[in-house]
């Protein structure tokens, strides 16, 4: 009974498939029919109309894309770094170009300080050999004019001083002799003139500045004369002299300058030595002095040949 009544519930829930079934099933696969030109133009104006619509109220929304904003805040943040990057390099670069421009700058001022000092130095050295020597013209102890025009081509190392002088003229004298004969027996050889004039044409003769003159070294060429040419002389040469108190007729201290004169062959004043310098450092400053004027020289006339 029981199984009879379970066969029946089956039929009921799903009878079985006829032709007819079959046939319905079959068509129901079947594509739509196609439609017609008319129900195709409709279609159109449909959406032509709908376009217009939206178009009107403004209703295009929906055909925009959607955007990752994750993507957004990325491109955003690679823009922002690539704008730092190119303002740390801007700056980068006007640092470095503000650092080369200072550099050149002070090296720029540093040569012009040091060429405006040496144009100073320059000037200080013409200024003093044109307040300092000249021409000059005395007697020898021979008795005969001679002075700067007939030592031209010498270079001269001349002591202005007096035959009575105590101390000072005797050791500035020694010095002066050591210093020549240092420089004869150097290896350049280089030879010097040492010149003695006298400040005291009172007491100084010719033959006593020719005795006095002998008893340090015969290379000395001895000078005097009256007191009107001494006086020039010492006045070319900027040497101060002046005659002390007299403790008896014949018998005073003559007060001048102590300095030594380097001239030059061209007869200009070339440099000076106080009581400080000693021989060997007056030789050796004369000796590199001596040795740039001929260097000069042989660039001149180098030049003038050329």
Request: glycine share 6%; aromatic share 8%.
């Amino acid at each position: 009974m029981l199984s009879l009544r379970f066969a029946r519930s089956l039929l009921l829930r799903h009878p079985p498939i006829t032709s007819s079934s079959m046939r319905c099933l079959s068509d129901s696969k079947k594509p739509p029919p196609p439609k017609d030109e008319d129900e195709i133009k409709i279609d159109l104006s449909d959406i032509n109309e709908k376009l217009e619509k939206n178009l009107k109220s403004g209703k295009l929304e929906d055909e925009i894309p959607n955007v990752d904003p994750k993507f957004m805040s990325f491109s955003r943040e690679r823009e922002r770094a690539a704008h730092e990057r190119s303002h740390i390099f801007t700056w980068k670069s006007a640092l470095i170009t503000l650092a080369i421009g200072g550099t050149g700058l002070a090296w720029l001022f540093y040569m012009k300080k040091s060429r405006d000092a040496e144009m100073e130095k320059q000037q200080k050295v013409m200024a003093g050999k044109a307040r300092i020597g000249g021409e000059w013209e005395l007697l020898n102890t021979d008795g005969k004019l001679e002075g700067s025009k007939e030592l031209r081509g010498n270079w001269l190392l001349m002591y202005f001083g007096f035959t009575n002088c105590p101390d000072i003229c005797p050791d500035e004298i020694e010095k002066m002799v050591s210093v020549v004969e240092i420089l004869n027996e150097s290896d350049d050889k280089i030879p010097i003139v040492p010149v003695f004039i006298s400040v005291d044409p009172a007491r100084d003769t010719i033959d006593r500045v020719k005795a006095y003159c002998k008893e340090f070294s015969p290379l000395i060429r001895g000078f005097t004369g009256n007191k009107e040419q001494v006086d020039k002389v010492a006045k070319t040469f900027r040497v101060y002299h002046s005659q002390g108190p007299k403790t008896a007729e014949d018998d005073y201290i003559v007060d001048h300058t102590v300095i030594m004169y380097l001239i030059d062959p061209d007869g200009q004043f070339h440099d000076y030595y106080g009581q400080n310098r000693r021989a060997r450092e007056i030789a050796n400053i004369i000796k590199t002095k001596v040795l740039k004027y001929e260097l000069q020289n042989r660039k001149k006339k180098s030049s003038f040949f050329s």
